[in-house]
Each structure stands twice: as C-alpha cells, then as structure tokens.
C-alpha cells in the first residue's frame, strides 16, 4: 500500500505538470520513483497512468488536436513501439537503468543548453525516431519530439492535445505488445488501479492553469531535476 501512495503522488504531480504544458508527466515520475521501484515495475506503472491519463488530457481539448502533425507522428509512433517494447523485454532491470540514465542525461543537457537549437530535418527526423523509442521502451519521449516540433504547433493548447494523442497511440501498441509477449504485469496493475483517480484530479488542476502559466522555469526545472535522476540510475545499474 505505502508504495502505491508513493507512486500515486509522483505521477499525480508529473500529470498535473503535463497537463499544463503537453509534456513532461512520466519524466518527472520517473526521477522521483526511480528512488524508489524497480525500474520494470514504475515502466508498467506509468505506461498504465500514462495511456488514460494522455486519453483524458486528448478528449478533454479535442478542438485543439493538429491532425496534420499527428499524421507524420505516426510512422515514428509504429517503429519506436516495436523497437522500445524488444529493448524493454530483453534488457535486464540494471541495463534498462543504465540505458534509461544516458537517455535522461541527453534530455536533461538538451533542455538545460540547447533549448533555442533549430535541428536541420535529417536531424529532427532521428530525433523523431529516438523520442518514439524511448515513449515505446520507458514512456518518456515527449521532450526529444517535442524538442524538434514545438514550432510547428500553432499554439501550446495544440502541441498539448496533440501530443496527448501520441501518447496514446503508442501506450495502446506498447500495452498490446507486451500482452502478446506475456511481459504485462497484470496483478501489479490490479493492485495499483486506483491511483488514476489522484492523476485526474491533478489533470483537471493542471488543465485551470494551463492558458496562465510561463514554461520558462518548468522547463529548467525539469532539466535539473532530469539531470539528478540519470546519475541515480547510473548508481543503480552500476552498484
């Protein structure tokens, strides 16, 4: 029970944090239950939270939803879940760690340093592809697409519901995935099912303050403390 409150409240303030500016939810969960749970079990944890939780965030602004960058997000979404679901399933919990960190530590100096950096398209197009495997293998590749198509939204409520709709688009290929390779915790799920209810109180928090609020120090924020997760989980997979 103590580790479902635990889990309960990190992803509830990840969310809310999503929820306000289209990004950043399972991130921030991460690096804080990273302290906490095997990294296999906080992955199944958010890729449960993660496919209602961007379902509620995508319905609850449809009208915002940017068919035309969701259409090119969709290749990259197929190839990153079958490619991220295989990392996730063969890789040992310490290299998953390992991994996780070297991905973490890229975010963490991309937001810190190159924020303003404009990609050239064969660039972007494998930043693309790399955000999607990483959604795929650990749910947490929003920052590297959204790093490279932010321009491309006409505002931030589309970037916001748009990528909703990418998370779940790839959440439902990784949920079925991993059932059809027995590799879905389903008793562990079972146990946890309620925190959903903390994470859409926070959404419908995070969606009041959404249209108010500058991303300036979210985003610093975010990169630091990204930053002081990836050397955690380098010290968990080294140990």
């Known amino acids: 029970m103590a580790s479902s409150i635990i889990i309960a409240t990190f992803f509830s303030i990840g969310f809310f944090f999503e929820s306000v500016f289209g990004f950043g939810g399972g991130l921030i969960a991460y690096s804080f239950l990273g302290f906490f749970i095997d990294i296999k079990k906080m992955i199944i944890a958010?890729?449960?939270?993660?496919?209602?939780?961007?379902?509620?965030?995508?319905?609850?602004?449809?009208k915002h939803f940017d068919k035309k960058i969701?259409?090119?997000?969709?290749?990259?979404?197929?190839?990153?879940?079958?490619?991220?679901?295989?990392?996730?399933?063969i890789l040992s919990s310490q290299i998953l760690a390992f991994s996780f960190?070297?991905?973490?530590?890229?975010l963490s100096l991309r937001m810190l340093f190159f924020e303003k950096y404009k990609f050239?398209?064969?660039?972007?197009?494998?930043?693309?592809?790399?955000?999607?495997?990483?959604?795929?293998?650990?749910?947490?590749?929003?920052?590297?697409?959204?790093?490279?198509?932010?321009q491309d939204f006409a505002n931030k409520s589309s970037l916001r519901t748009t990528m909703a709709m990418f998370f779940l688009l790839v959440n439902i290929l990784r949920f079925f995935q991993l059932i059809f390779a027995n590799s879905l915790d389903i008793i562990f799920i079972k146990e946890i099912w309620w925190i959903i209810i903390p994470v859409f109180f926070a959404i419908y928090c995070g969606h009041l303050v959404h249209i108010k609020i500058s991303d300036k120090y979210f985003k610093i924020g975010i990169a630091t403390i990204t930053l002081l997760a990836s050397f955690n989980f380098i010290f968990k997979a080294i140990k």
């Open 120 to 150: 050239p398209k064969i660039i972007k197009n494998k930043f693309l592809l790399i955000g999607a495997i990483a959604q795929g293998s650990f749910g947490v590749g929003g920052p590297f697409i959204v790093s490279v198509i932010s």
């Open 70 to 89: 969701f259409i090119k997000l969709i290749p990259f979404s197929i190839i990153g879940s079958i490619i991220g679901i295989y990392i996730f399933i």
């Open 101 to 106: 960190a070297i991905i973490l530590l890229i």
């Open 46 to 62: 958010g890729l449960y939270v993660g496919t209602l939780a961007s379902g509620y965030i995508a319905l609850s602004s449809l």
